[in-house]
């Protein structure tokens, strides 16, 4: 996401560490980026990773909005086999961001 975006709005940071192996992960990662895109509120996602740690963080217009994306049956489904197959932990924290600047050379 290149753009700074206009304040308020929420940010969904969900950092994590993988198990080895991809097992179909690189795969759902585009598919869940795909579906979030097209979700009613979703403004934008950022995402990095190293060998040790993951941090996306994905932007939204509303509380609902996160919650229906939470709630969303194919977003359920990966966040189980992240459960079971992808992920030794991952933390997500919802932030509302009150304040945005950005600098570019």
Same mark, same amino acid.
């Given at each position: 996401?290149?753009?700074?975006?206009?304040?308020?709005?929420?940010?969904?940071?969900?950092?994590?560490?993988?198990?080895?192996?991809?097992?179909?992960?690189?795969?759902?990662?585009?598919?869940?980026?795909?579906?979030?895109?097209?979700?009613?509120?979703?403004?934008?996602?950022?995402?990095?990773?190293?060998? %040790?740690? #993951?941090?996306?963080?994905? !932007?939204? =217009?509303?509380?609902?909005?996160?919650? +229906?994306?939470?709630?969303?049956?194919?977003?359920?489904?990966?966040? %189980?086999? #992240?459960?079971?197959?992808? !992920?030794? =932990?991952?933390?997500?924290?919802?932030? +509302?961001?009150?304040?945005?600047?950005?600098?570019?050379?």
């Amino acid at each position: 996401m290149s753009e700074t975006l206009q304040p308020p709005y929420y940010a969904v940071i969900f950092t994590s560490q993988r198990t080895e192996g991809d097992k179909g992960y690189g795969k759902m990662a585009e598919t869940m980026e795909e579906l979030a895109s097209t979700q009613p509120g979703f403004l934008g996602i950022e995402s990095v990773r190293d060998t %040790q740690l #993951g941090i996306t963080v994905s !932007y939204w =217009n509303s509380l609902e909005a996160i919650e +229906k994306w939470k709630n969303h049956a194919v977003h359920i489904i990966a966040q %189980q086999r #992240g459960k079971e197959e992808w !992920y030794k =932990n991952y933390k997500v924290r919802v932030c +509302k961001v009150e304040r945005a600047y950005s600098f570019e050379k």
